[in-house]
């Protein structure tokens, strides 16, 4: 198997996430973006940890482990924040919320 | 590039999470959005499994869509997003948002064709099954995790933490 193959799947798919960020205005989907843009960023630490000799190439998986758990904290709070911004407007758009648009 | 069983799980994987991914960008249903997601996050779980990562690839399906995409199912419905299609989930700036993504994705392929070439993996035939575990099984993870990396691992936990307690201030009503 090539490095690149898993390496353009990550590609694709981190651009694919940035398109959704900036094409979308509901806020549980721009988060559900991030997922996949960390998701990409996954597949690139597992591929090229595999792609090291010996003891280094384990660094690559546990740094995957790492990125997982931020993205679940991430989440949590990011969830915590569209509920709030919900309750307060009684939506989840978020080109409605401007407040701290110069 | 042969037709080896590898090349061709990843292909099928691949061809799945991206074709996934792009439905979850531009779905109009919000619950199929994170229905979809299950679908990428599987599909790269498995191609974690292609690498040799089981641990990963276990930890992904259990956190991602054990947890993560159930979470999002509960935001969709504490915000009390429509049911069925939904037009208005996309903001008018599709265009220049499409250009971005095509232009970076154009940089980053050209930037990893051009460095890495046909460099090839390190082939794991001919090594023993024990010595694949011993170097990058489930007990090399652990070994890993709680000495070299002992205090990312502390920092980590703390920070999940403070996430955990962070999420209740926010939300509860008071």
Do not use: W
Request: negative net charge.
């Amino acid at each position: 198997m090539l490095v690149n193959q898993f390496l353009l799947l990550g590609a694709a798919l981190f651009c694919i996430g940035v398109y959704g960020v900036l094409a979308r205005k509901n806020g549980v989907l721009v988060l559900m973006s991030i997922e996949l843009i960390l998701n990409a960023v996954n597949i690139n630490m597992v591929a090229l940890g595999a792609n090291l000799q010996g003891d280094a190439a384990i660094t690559g998986q546990v740094f995957a482990l790492f990125v997982i758990t931020v993205a679940a904290a991430e989440v949590g709070v990011g969830l915590a924040i569209i509920l709030l911004i919900y309750r307060n407007r009684q939506s989840v758009d978020l080109d409605e919320v401007d407040l701290m648009k110069g | 590039m042969e037709f080896l069983p590898e090349n061709i799980a990843f292909g099928i994987l691949a061809a799945s999470a991206v074709l996934a991914a792009l439905r979850v960008v531009t779905t109009p249903n919000v619950v199929h959005a994170a229905l979809y997601l299950v679908i990428v996050l599987s599909s790269i779980g498995a191609s974690f499994l292609l690498l040799a990562a089981e641990f990963v690839a276990i930890v992904q399906v259990l956190v991602y869509v054990g947890a993560i995409v159930v979470l999002f199912l509960f935001g969709v419905m504490l915000t009390r997003a429509k049911m069925g299609d939904d037009p208005d989930l996309d903001n008018p700036r599709k265009g220049p948002a499409a250009l971005t993504a095509l232009f970076l994705a154009g940089i980053l392929a050209y930037a990893l064709v051009d460095f890495f070439q046909d460099d090839k993996l390190p082939s794991l035939k001919g090594t023993s099954e024990a010595a694949i575990t011993a170097s990058r099984g489930t007990g090399a993870v652990g070994d890993s995790i709680f000495s070299t990396y002992l205090v990312p691992f502390e920092v980590v936990s703390v920070l999940l933490l403070a996430a955990l307690v962070g999420a209740i201030v926010l939300a509860r009503r008071d």
